[in-house]
Structure formats: structure tokens, C-alpha cells
């Protein structure tokens, strides 16, 4: 299980998260909707290790969250987090060596990973000179080489064209679909969210202002609950 408990995040005098109780089980999938600045990336990088709550604690398995139990995380951002000058395959291949993978193993899932995603023929072009679809797809490809159990994605589908947002669509349900697997996706589309989540969730001001199964809630609900949400934590 992933939990947030009672986490809050302080960038100097302002709080980006305040005092939030937030958990997902193996094999759930939540949708995290919210205004720009309602906390969602900030949560999304406490979940993976990346940020310290200034209070709270996460917990992932039930122990508050450890270097082994970023090993089993797959966070996908704004920004790439790839090296502009090195290709697509020497990218991956040396994040499959800092996620401790058996050298045997980069190989094979490196090509999986690029076929699923539709960049195989563009493993040897440097990050530099790919569109900002291929970007993403690469970025997803290094956030899934060491298979984690929990997958993190901020906004996937944003500013991508639809073939590429229709491809990496169908990555997306794939993992959803994982029985042992969390994934938390952010997205401003409600029609993704009822589409493709178990549960849904909205941020306002840092702080949680509704949570429910997909199938029960209902699309006027989040909307109020959008605008309901404060501008930022007090």
C-alpha cells in the first residue's frame, strides 16, 4: 500500500500540501485532478521519495518509504529526466544500471519497452533533437525499465498529438490493468479519469477535497469540488 499520512509540504512561507491522508492499494488506480498549483506534482514527488514532507510521513508497504522502496518506484514528469546529448538507448541503459538491473536484462527490455512504445527506430537519435511526444514515450520507457509496483505520472497525455497521446493511452491501460500494480495518474481530462480509474481524487490548495470510487461519483461533484477548493492551504 501507498499511504500519505497527514503529509504536509512547505516551500518556504507557502504550503503546498497541508496535513493530507491519502492511500492507494495494489492494484488500484487513482485519478489526482486539481487546479496548476493544487499540489499534485508536489504530492506526486513525496510519493516517490523525490520530495521530504515537512510533516507527515509516506509509507509504502506500511514503513515510511526507504531507498529499497524508491527501487520499486516509476515516477514519470513534467521533465524528461534524461540526458539531452546521449541517445534513447544509452539513456536507458544507464538508468537500468542505477535501478540495479542484471546487465543480461538491460538488452531485452530495452526493446521491449521501445516496441511497446513505438520508438525502436529512434533508440540511436539523441534526446535532444526528439519532439516532445518522443520525449515522453522515452521518459515512460525509463520510468518503467525495472517493472516497478508503483508508477507515478504526472500529466501523460499533455501537449502530445493523438496518435502519441493514443499510443501511450494504451501503455497507460496496460499498467492499469495490473492486479499487483498502483498507479497515480494527474490529469486535467475528467473523461480520462472516470475512463480509466478505479478512484478519483481532488486537490485544493494542498489539501484533499473530495475522494470516491469512479463508478459513484458523479462529474457535477468534482466540478464543485473544484471550485470549492481553496486557493492554497492556510
Not at 500494480?181 to 490529469?187: N, Q
Amino acid at each position: 500500500m501507498l499511504e500519505a499520512l497527514g503529509v504536509s509540504r512547505r516551500y518556504g512561507w507557502r504550503w503546498a500540501l497541508k496535513d493530507l491522508n491519502l492511500s492507494v492499494s495494489p492494484g488500484e488506480t487513482l485519478a489526482l485532478l486539481g487546479k496548476n498549483g493544487s499540489g499534485k506534482t508536489t504530492l506526486l514527488k513525496t510519493f516517490a521519495g523525490l520530495l521530504m514532507p515537512t510533516e507527515g510521513t509516506v509509507r509504502v508497504g506500511g514503513e515510511p518509504i526507504s531507498r529499497e522502496a524508491k527501487g520499486g518506484i516509476g515516477l514519470l514528469t513534467h521533465e524528461p529526466m534524461l540526458y539531452a546529448g546521449l541517445t534513447i538507448r544509452e539513456n536507458l541503459g544507464y538508468f537500468a544500471k542505477l535501478f540495479g538491473m542484471e546487465s543480461g536484462d538491460i538488452s531485452g527490455r530495452v526493446e521491449l519497452l521501445a516496441e511497446t512504445l513505438g520508438i525502436t527506430d529512434r533508440l540511436a537519435e539523441p534526446v535532444r533533437v526528439l519532439s516532445q511526444g518522443l520525449r515522453q514515450r522515452a521518459s515512460l520507457a525509463r520510468a518503467l525499465l525495472h517493472d516497478p509496483e508503483v508508477v507515478l505520472l504526472d500529466e501523460p497525455f499533455s501537449g502530445l498529438d493523438p496518435e502519441a497521446a493514443g499510443r501511450l493511452e494504451s501503455v497507460v491501460r496496460a499498467l492499469c490493468e495490473h492486479h499487483a500494480r498502483i498507479v497515480v495518474f494527474t490529469t486535467h481530462d475528467l473523461s480520462k479519469a472516470f475512463d480509466m480509474a478505479g478512484r478519483i481524487a481532488v486537490l485544493g490548495g494542498g489539501r484533499l477535497a473530495y475522494e470516491g470510487n469512479a463508478d459513484n461519483s458523479k462529474e457535477e461533484e468534482l466540478l464543485a469540488a473544484f471550485d470549492e477548493a481553496s486557493e492554497g492551504p492556510a
